[in-house]
């Protein structure tokens, strides 16, 4: 019985070693624009793959493209490294694209128009394994409008010539109407939509007496009702500044157009010190008068105790109101009279002006 048994043991032994699985390698993993296609899903120890590159990307130079199953069941390293070709981004979208100039194979590139303009050409553009593009960059042509009609009694002023029986998106004109008349909106436009602005309605306008301004007058004017366009001219009384147009209109709604405003000059609200006004430097009491006109600058002189220099600190007459720097201090009578050499206006000036603090309401003069 004992030979039998060890027969029956070694058979046994044997069928063991043949169901056995075999070492393999399964399909290696692989990186983004690497190859695949010729790749199977199980290979034997021993067995090579060389990696490429697919279409649409580049390998990097000097790099292992041959990898082998182990016994362990495992695969040899590559360092093959595959990136894609650029497309040049058109220079016309390059503002748009955040400082780039090249955009990756398989990007898409989608166009649109702004309202009032058609696209011409195709929306949407990829990149090609090649490094172009598949289409052009399309045209954004303006959209075209009829010409516009004129208003019963008047006519169409257009900006800019026009030829043919079209204008296009961004055109405007003016509608007159035969005087006296107005008309009820003045000025037209070539829509996004494509249609013209419709015309007006002529009707008779008039503007009521002009009125005088504050601290000013009208220079020359019938005191009567003014039609559609007609003008009256301001001016201000004397050192007073006149701000806004000169000139008012009667306006096609019954309304004249802003006044102007005439500002007051000021006073420069010190007794003693110097300034630096017109382009002169000056003791106050120089100013005769001691008057600044509106918007004019005047130059104030403050002393840096610290490095014991004056600088200059600059205030603007804003409609009689001279704001006098914080900085500045008005000398005594004593110090003005006998030591005017050691004020701030007259000693070394600082090479930098510290930084400037915020002004104080004009002084009483």
Known sequence: MVPTLALLLLSLSALSTTVLPAKVCSRPPIPEGVNASALKRVFEVGEEVTLSCERGYSSSAASSSRITCTAAGEWTQSNLACSPKMCPIPRVLQPYARGRTEAPYKSVLNYTCDDGYDLQGSNESKCLHDGTWSHPPPVCKAVNCPLPKPPRDGRVVHDKPVTGTTTIYGHSWMYECNPPKAPTYERGFCMANGTATEPPVCREVSCPIPTNIP??????????????????????NEHYTLEGEAEIQCQNTGNWSSKPVCRAPCTVGIKRGRIFYNAKKLWIEELKPNRVLHREPVVFYCLNKTEKCGYPVASTCNDGNLPIPECFQEPGKMEYNLKAKTLPSEIRMCTASPTPRPTSSARPS
């Open 215 to 236: 601290y000013g007058y009208i220079t020359f004017a019938v005191m009567r009702q003014h039609g559609y366009k007609e003008k009256v001219r301001y001016a201000c």
